[in-house]
């Protein structure tokens, strides 16, 4: 099917791995920051798939399978954290949860 | 099929640099979008027909499907946008080429696969399934916990918490509205 060298193909893996982290660090939305925690995810679960295909073993799909599961519960969870963080402080910036000490309980 | 390769990682490179560089969140999330729809082609010409349809399936299906809602529910990416920008060109130009790119792809793959089906290095289902189940179960069993604690984890998180204030910090408060 398929005669391009394994070198080229996670070549693009590593091209979209670095996208996703490229995003993570340049993004201060928290939402575009789990977005990229999932493109750097599906890049990964590429590699498994591409070295599964390169050596005919069905092991690198199963990898694929738990990624999938590990990122589906990843993105449920960072979501309702998300959603907590909208309602606490009424931003979705990454560097307003720096204090440690939370100053509006005080206030009020 | 390498040209089509070739081309699903350009379409793939290009959805999520713009996915990742983009201002709004649900166009950023369509972008996504199309960015995991051909990666699931990729998947399908390196011959994992199971994985490719799962990534369509739960990627692009459930996860992204969440990730909308949440948009959705906090408001956000309906700032400074009304409809009338929505209906500009600019706005779906992109997603729709690439989305087409995708669409020629998918009829020349179905084109190529019917021609010869039985390719020797396509890992059916079949093979997926029975090493999924027999030596990897441990790691099956694994997953379905964390799930459960994914499950559990989303609803004490999600729930909308109730405001309690001990009784003395409302009667002091009190006090200082009385008093001022």
């Not at chain 1, 201060?28 to 591409?50: G, H, T």
């Not at chain 2, 089509?4 to 950023?28: E, K, Y």
């Not at chain 2, 990416?77 to 989305?99: N, Q």
């Not at chain 2, 990897?136 to 109730?162: T, W």
Request: glycine share 6%; hydrophobic share 60%.
């Amino acid at each position: 099917m398929v005669t391009i060298s394994m070198d080229i193909q996670i070549l693009f893996a590593g091209l979209l791995f670095l996208t996703g982290l490229v995003g993570f660090l340049v993004r201060r939305n928290i939402i575009f920051m789990l977005m990229s925690i999932e493109i750097m995810l599906n890049s990964a679960a590429l590699v498994f798939v591409i070295a599964g295909s390169h050596w005919m073993q069905a092991d690198g799909q199963v990898m694929f399978i738990f990624i999938l599961t590990v990122s589906a519960a990843e993105v449920s969870v960072g979501l309702a954290l998300i959603l907590q963080m909208y309602h606490h402080y009424k931003t979705l910036d990454a560097d307003a949860l720096g204090n440690l000490r939370d100053e509006k309980v005080n206030e009020n | 099929m390498n040209a089509i390769f070739f081309i699903t990682a350009t379409v793939a490179i290009i959805s999520s640099v713009m996915a990742i560089t983009n201002r709004n969140a649900i166009h950023s999330l369509l972008y996504l979008i199309i960015s995991l729809l051909s990666v699931s082609v990729i998947f399908y010409i390196l011959g994992a027909p199971l994985i490719a349809a799962l990534e369509v399936i739960v990627y692009a299906g459930a996860i992204m499907v969440l990730f909308i809602f949440v948009v959705m529910m906090l408001n956000i990416g309906m700032e400074e946008e009304t409809e009338k920008g929505w209906l500009t060109p600019k706005m779906w130009i992109v997603p729709s080429i690439l989305a087409a790119i995708l669409l020629g792809i998918f009829i020349c793959v179905l084109q190529v696969f019917h021609a010869d089906k039985t390719g020797p290095d396509i890992i059916g289902p079949k093979e997926v399934g029975v090493s999924l189940f027999t030596t990897y179960l441990i790691a099956v069993e694994i997953a379905g916990v964390l799930l459960l604690a994914g499950i559990v984890g989303a609803y004490h998180l999600g729930r909308q918490q109730k405001k309690v204030i001990h009784r003395f910090l409302v009667k002091t408060g009190s006090d200082k509205k009385d008093v001022t």
